[in-house]
């Protein structure tokens, strides 16, 4: 073995707590990429392959009533490669032992032979029988939350008529990857379900013969999606096309795809925060040892070792000192890759995750350590291949102390020697406790970020549903109904308060950018739905004109008092011009809103309503929503407080998972900072502390010294770690910013808390560790004489 080799060996050894140290922060960082990125192309290339295997339609078009001969035209279509009518209807569910208020889409199945788009996958049972109306296949989510296998029976309101509806299989579709209710921001599979019956029987329900409500368009390859929608637009709109739309505005997809852009955003984060920590320890490592060993490195050289022999024996060893952080990195990120998937497979429903850790995720780990050795070890390496033997062989000049204010007879009388002399060195060494300061700070806002998704979601739904939406139950109508069934609805025992609601399908158009939603018609002093302006206070409803929330108002570059046009997509179809009044600000979704009267005005309507939000009286709820079943009017009734208990049951899983695991990789990032900087610490100050102890300070008092400094440090980092965790939330945010929801930038107390608590309690357990090398410091060699 060489002699640079059994070097490398005995200082690797040497430097075995701090190579941990750099090792648990590397397996951290290296561990998050491989989760990210692996959950990420699993739920991508699963969807992909989802999508293809079962023809997932490109185009989606709703329209009132179109005939059955109309889809030869629409095939017809230049760039259409197949057109497929539907049935669907939103239905009311009842489920034997379940008393709340439970709804549904049932979607007509293709005639065999005919079509295929959006087609299903039996997980269970068989297609319904084509001479069996009554027959489903039911969705898996629905089906698994209220235990349903194929043989078991349902009972659905369809128009009105109660239908027993058999189970003929349990299924899953690419159009309902993420089975959500329209509007609602969070799933609730036990309170909406979707279903697939034969469309003969469920258009006959629906006075639809020879008529369907819906098409699906596969577009061939190379068309272009905007020309085929404004095709079909002008071919349905005699029949009360309601606008198509591409894939990017399908609920299902739109969430699947939010998704896949939070875990992008994550991957790009993390792994560059986390490059960075490492990096920084490396460079403080690898720059002291070599200032340490700048002797050694002199006589190496003076003995015949070239500059590039030297370069790589402290190559070698910052390539050890990653490595030992690579291999654990991977496998841990596997494993945790792995447990998000399996979450994401109950979240999203595919026929199965394919999770994999392909050749390129291997790249990018070994990439990801490869750029922490080359950022972190630079400037220390360059610094060992420039010095020459004369200039290594020159001791260094030594520091210049100047009498400062510490050295004060006021700070003398206050604070006690030992605290003076901790407080001497900080200041005396501002750089490197300006760094050690930096990098315990960025470990507390590491962690702070960690703890910072469960708190912001929190605040999102206090605000958004409990403080801007304060009803019990929204009540959605098959159709638009006279004002008078407001006051029916208030008429029902168990309700203290109605507030009716319009809405209307739209488009919003600011010059050449336009959005699609449905604009709501909201009583002019309404209680049960507030709107919220930039404090959080409620907004008041203009007379006229149109509220915008402020992402959307973004969107469409409007400011207030700037003109926006709004076409109806329903009813006469008419374009009108409004101007744009206030902006609301919301964390689910964007809205348009305009007072109710002025919405009637403007489509020619004295009283149609959409809906009503309810208000109930204290435990009539069950009441009401048997009262609401019996309606055939009611299309669906949203449960507010269901729909938040639905959240919990469904998002909390992965909320807190990711959390615990991001706390957990913020906390080995602190311990690793923290023990390099005591580590480093002691070894630049070992002269020094045995010299007190040479002069009479027994092993407790040096003790004390060492841990003054590191509790001295972590505290003065908090204040900063605080600040860079807001950034780094800051950024989070913004990253995390989409159409479909906004979390707000929300820090607790318990957040800032627990962050602290970790930094303090890394700082004793790196006090504990370095307790046995203070109190075995060899006071004869430290104290040697150096030539």
Not at 271 to 300: H, K, P
Not at 767 to 781: E, F, K, P, S
Request: charged letters at 20%; one cysteine or more; hydrophobic letters at 50%.
């Amino acid at each position: 073995m060489k002699a640079l080799d059994r070097k490398l060996w005995r200082e690797l050894r040497q430097l075995r707590g701090q190579t941990i140290a750099i090792a648990l922060v590397l397996v951290a960082g290296i561990a998050t990429v491989v989760m990210s990125l692996t959950a990420y192309r699993a739920l991508h290339d699963t969807r992909e392959r989802f999508y293809a295997g079962y023809r997932f339609a490109d185009v989606f078009a709703p329209v009132v009533r179109a005939p059955w001969p109309l889809l030869e035209e629409l095939r017809g279509l230049e760039g259409v490669q197949a057109a497929e009518g539907r049935v669907l209807a939103n239905v009311n569910l009842e489920i034997e032992g379940f008393d709340d208020a439970a709804n549904g889409l049932i979607v007509s199945l293709p005639d065999p032979g005919q079509g295929g788009l959006n087609a299903l996958f039996l997980r269970a049972g068989r297609l319904p029988d084509p001479l069996r109306a009554n027959e489903v296949v039911l969705g898996e989510a629905f089906a698994e939350a209220h235990g349903l296998r194929p043989g078991d029976s349902l009972a659905a309101i369809i128009n009105g008529r109660r239908q027993v509806l058999q189970v003929a299989g349990i299924g899953l579709s690419p159009e309902f990857v993420y089975q959500i209710r329209p509007g609602d921001a969070f799933p609730d599979y036990r309170r909406y379900g979707v279903l697939w019956m034969q469309r003969e029987p469920l258009a006959a329900a629906l006075d639809l013969d020879g008529a369907f409500n819906d098409v699906v368009l596969a577009l061939r390859r190379g068309a272009r999606e905007a020309d085929v929608i404004d095709a079909l637009d002008a071919l349905l709109a005699p029949y009360g096309g309601l606008g198509a739309h591409g894939r990017e505005l399908q609920t299902s997809h739109r969430f699947l795809d939010e998704e896949l852009v939070q875990l992008r955003v994550m991957v790009r984060m993390f792994s560059t925060v986390f490059l960075a920590v490492a990096a920084f320890l490396l460079n403080i490592v690898i720059g002291r040892l070599v200032n340490t060993q700048r002797e050694q490195i002199a006589v190496l050289k003076a003995f015949g070792y070239s500059r590039w022999e030297v370069g790589r024996h402290y190559a070698a060893l910052v390539g050890l000192m990653v490595g030992a952080g690579l291999v654990p990195g991977v496998l841990v990120g596997a494993w945790l890759g792995r447990g998000m998937a399996d979450l994401y497979a109950d979240f999203f429903r595919f026929p199965s995750l394919d999770w994999s850790l392909d050749a390129g995720v291997l790249a990018l780990a070994v990439a990801f350590a490869a750029a922490v050795a080359a950022l972190g070890t630079a400037t220390g390496l360059h610094r060992a291949f420039a010095l020459s033997p004369a200039e290594g062989m020159r001791p260094e000049a030594p520091p210049v102390f100047r009498r400062g204010r510490l050295e004060g007879p006021l700070v003398q009388h206050l604070v006690d020697p030992a605290a003076r002399m901790v407080l001497r060195t900080l200041v005396r060494r501002p750089l490197r406790t300006s760094l050690t300061v930096f990098g315990i700070g960025l470990a507390c806002g590491i962690l702070l970020m960690s703890r910072f998704s469960e708190t912001a979601i929190d605040q999102m739904i206090e605000l958004q549903l409990g403080f801007a939406q304060r009803d019990d139950l929204a009540v959605t109508f098959v159709e638009p109904r006279p004002a008078r069934a407001a006051l029916e609805l208030a008429a029902l025992p168990g309700v203290a308060a109605v507030e009716p609601f319009r809405q209307a399908p739209v488009v919003l158009r600011n010059g050449h950018r336009e959005h699609r939603l449905a604009v709501l018609g909201l009583p002019a002093r309404g209680d049960l739905r507030r709107l919220l302006g930039p404090s959080l206070a409620p907004l008041p409803l203009p007379a006229d004109g149109l509220v915008l929330t402020d992402y959307l108002a973004g969107m469409l570059a409007l400011q207030p008092g700037d003109a926006v046009e709004m076409e109806f997509l329903d009813g006469r179809r008419e374009t009108v011009s409004l101007t744009v009044r206030s902006l609301s600000h919301e964390y689910l979704g964007v809205g348009a809103y305009l007072e109710l009267s002025a919405l009637q005005r403007l489509r020619g309507e004295q009283d149609s309503l959409s809906g009503a939000w309810l208000r109930l009286e204290p435990g009539a709820r069950e009441q009401v929503i048997r009262a609401l079943r019996a309606r055939p009017g009611v299309a669906a009734a949203t449960d507010r407080a269901a729909m938040i208990e639905g959240f919990r049951d469904t998002m909390a899983e992965v909320v807190l998972t990711f959390t615990l695991i991001a706390t957990a990789m913020a906390a080995a990032i602190a311990i690793g900072v923290v023990y390099n900087s005591a580590r480093i610490s002691l070894s630049e100050r070992s002269r020094e502390l045995a010299s007190l102890r040479v002069l009479g300070y027994t092993r407790a008092e040096v003790r004390a010294l060492v841990s003054g400094e590191l509790f001295t440090l972590a505290g003065l980092a908090l204040l900063p770690g605080f600040a860079l965790g807001y950034a780094l939330c800051g950024l989070l945010v913004w990253g995390f910013e989409s159409e479909l929801y906004r979390i707000p930038l929300a820090l607790s107390p318990a957040g800032l808390g627990t962050a602290g608590l970790v930094v303090l309690a890394a700082t004793a357990a790196s006090v504990l560790a370095v307790r046995r090398r203070v109190d075995g410091l060899d006071l004869i060699a430290v104290l040697k004489t150096k030539d």
